[in-house]
Nanobody
Framework: QFVESGGGLVQPGGSLRLSCVGF????????IGWFRQSPGKEREGVSC????????YHLDSEKGRFTVSRDDAKKTVYLQMTSLKLEDTGIYYC?????????????????WGQGTQVTVSA
């Protein structure tokens, strides 16, 4: 299971850096995905990074504003979010999957953490 952190309350235009900490000696083997769940909505893919550092951004609205990265020595994947908007609000989760493809479907991922709440509000 992962441990997500770094969420909080931020004004529109602000920034946050989320962290996803994993465990085990095989952390660097997995593709790690960030997903977001807003009230009344299904969990949606935000971004993803595989073990050869290929990154994917699933939402057009996030391109240019979000950056995903990983530090395998620290068993951590980061999601740097800038120019935050009201619609970025939600609980952010990370999960893992085998294989190199960054699927935009949470059913392909597992080992979910408890999530971290991001609230963008004026």
């Amino acid at each position: 299971q992962f441990v997500e952190s770094g969420g909080g309350l931020v004004q529109p235009g602000g920034s946050l850096r989320l962290s996803c900490v994993g465990f085990g000696d095989d952390f660097d083997y997995y593709t790690i995905g960030w997903f977001r769940q807003s009230p009344g909505k299904e969990r949606e893919g935000v971004s993803c990074i595989n073990r050869v550092n290929r990154t994917t951004y699933h939402l057009d609205s996030e391109k240019g504003r979000f950056t995903v990265s990983r530090d395998d020595a620290k068993k951590t994947v980061y999601l740097q979010m800038t120019s935050l908007k009201l619609e970025d609000t939600g609980i952010y989760y990370c999960g893992r999957r085998e294989g190199l493809q960054c699927k935009n479907d949470h059913h392909y991922f597992g080992f979910w953490g408890q999530g971290t709440q991001v609230t963008v509000s004026a």
